[in-house]
């Protein structure tokens, strides 16, 4: 059995942004927009290359990789 507010929750959810959302965005949005006023973060020029992905695999890597970009070796099966 599904607790209650497991579907009062994602109803009322949709019914905000499907019905209520659009008459009430044009109001808040000038008063969101006062608030977050950042600008989204942009990628320097001197990015580390082998962290830049150009959609290829290095050969021998596994995919796994650590926060500061080594690359860790994976278990393997042996037959």
């Known amino acids: 059995m599904v607790c209650i507010p497991c579907i009062v929750i994602p109803v009322l959810l949709w019914v905000y942004k499907r ?3 659009p008459f009430i965005y044009p109001f808040i949005s000038p008063i ?4 977050w006023t ?3 973060v942009q990628e ?5 290359q ?3 992905s150009n959609g290829t695999c290095k050969p ?3 995919g796994e ?3 500061n970009g080594s690359t860790i070796a994976g ?3 042996t037959d």
């Open 44 to 48: 320097t020029g001197t990015v580390d």
């Open 38 to 40: 950042k600008k989204a």
């Open 60 to 62: 021998g890597s596994n």
């Open 32 to 35: 969101i927009n006062t608030f």
């Open 75 to 77: 278990d393997k099966k």
């Open 65 to 67: 990789v650590t926060a």
């Open 50 to 52: 082998n962290l830049k």
């Open 19 to 21: 019905f209520l959302e």
